[in-house]
């Protein structure tokens, strides 16, 4: 929650970090930050990422606007954008290592550092071309600092910006992360021009995985609010239950089902975040977890470190992705229930069950635990799951 941006009422405090981050609380563990322009308020932001990473959280950065002695102004589409000049690039370059040295110098040590956030819409103008040649040039400059380095991250995951990247073999090495976002859509399939970008976003995996980085494309943001600028609260489609299954539910296991390797929301502390702040528009109390906080949950207590794996489900109304750790003793399933009923939902497991449990999200209810039952075999187990929830369960296995 920029500091630049936000009243002080909203900025994220120290308790609603442990709530989200922390062991006992949502399990969230990647915190995006922006790379302010001035360095004068850097350190507005190294409290609460400090307290993120104690909780294992991993830390990235990105930048909206590039500091104003490094720009020019140009024309885009008939209007003025800032855009930064060519032969600024090498002071550009210094100015992300030394927010790099930074915040290593106060605790953090950066995960990943992008080179602009949506260089396509209305911060920091750059060209296709012009992130190609800045990769190219000063991408070693960065990444030697042990900083993963993150590009393009167009608005809308374009091939116009996404594909140069790939198709440049030098500008592709200096590419750690391949990242983007999904504001163009990504989950209606019945619209032609949706399911052309869902089949080309979701088809970057076969081309990172022949390059050996199956694990780099990462949705880092997107949000729902539909309805907020109505004056009909009955029009808040962003405060429905339904509108957040159907939208950030149904859009992560869409993300997970296309071999996305982390998603990220923007904003955490909104009214249409994952906890509330002090906007009337909040159902819940500043602070406080909201149903897209539950639906982030369900994926970050229940993905989180481990490797998808195929798993098959006999009804299209229900969704389902499931996941194994690394020593091979847990699988995890996380179910969509798109159905307007409740029932006892099958799961088969190919090896002896040990343990189960599950939690569940409802309209009513959140992350509440479930009674479950695994059948004398040791592989079948029986989960209730009510209508329009999400539910997801860990099997303990041998």
């Not at 260089?119 to 060209?127: C, E, Q, R």
């Not at 949706?194 to 088809?203: D, E, F, L, N, W």
């Not at 009909?232 to 089902?257: A, R, S, V």
């Not at 090896?351 to 635990?369: Q, S």
Request: net charge negative; charged share 20%.
């Amino acid at each position: 929650n920029p500091k630049i941006w936000l009243g002080q009422a909203n900025l994220i405090t120290n308790d609603e970090i442990t709530k989200m981050y922390g062991s006992e609380g949502l399990g969230y563990n990647i915190l995006r930050l922006m790379i302010y322009p001035n360095e004068a308020d850097w350190s507005s932001d190294v409290e609460g990422a400090n307290l993120a990473q104690q909780h294992g959280a991993i830390i990235i950065a990105a930048p909206w606007h590039c500091p104003d002695a490094l720009v020019e102004k140009i024309m885009i589409n008939k209007e003025e954008r800032n855009h930064l000049k060519h032969d600024s690039y090498q002071a550009y370059a210094n100015h992300l290592v030394k927010y790099i040295n930074f915040m290593k110098d106060h605790g953090i040590n950066l995960y990943g550092i992008s080179v602009q956030n949506e260089p396509d819409v209305g911060f920091t103008f750059w060209y296709p071309e012009e992130i190609v040649d800045f990769v190219k040039r000063y991408g070693d400059q960065i990444r030697t600092t042990g900083v993963k380095l993150m590009a393009p991250e167009a608005c809308g995951f374009q091939p116009d910006y996404t594909d140069p990247i790939l198709n440049d073999p030098i500008a592709f090495a200096n590419t750690d992360i391949l990242c983007g976002h999904l504001y163009q859509g990504f989950i209606n399939l019945e619209d032609s021009y949706v399911k052309s970008r869902h089949t080309y976003i979701c088809g970057l995996y076969n081309k990172l995985i022949t390059a050996g980085k199956p694990w780099s494309w990462w949705m880092t943001e997107h949000l729902f609010n539909e309805g907020q600028d109505e004056s009909d609260p009955t029009l808040w489609k962003f405060q429905k239950w339904e509108y957040n299954l159907q939208n950030l539910g149904k859009e992560i296991h869409m993300c997970m089902e296309g071999y996305c390797s982390a998603y990220i929301y923007w904003y955490l502390k909104r009214f249409y975040g994952m906890i509330g702040d002090s906007d009337p528009r909040s159902l819940v109390a500043p602070g406080e977890v909201t149903k897209n906080g539950c639906i982030m949950a369900h994926y970050a207590q229940y993905a989180s470190n481990m490797t998808r794996i195929k798993v098959e489900t006999s009804d299209a109304e229900v969704m389902a992705t499931a996941y194994i750790n690394d020593s091979e003793t847990e699988i995890t399933v996380v179910l969509l229930n798109m159905k307007n009923k409740d029932f006892n939902v099958r799961i088969f497991s190919p090896v002896a069950i040990k343990n189960l449990n599950a939690i569940e999200t409802t309209e009513d209810k959140n992350m509440r635990n479930l009674t479950v039952d695994v059948d004398d075999n040791k592989q079948d187990a029986f989960v209730p799951i009510s209508a329009k929830s999400i539910v997801s369960v860990r099997l303990e296995v041998d």
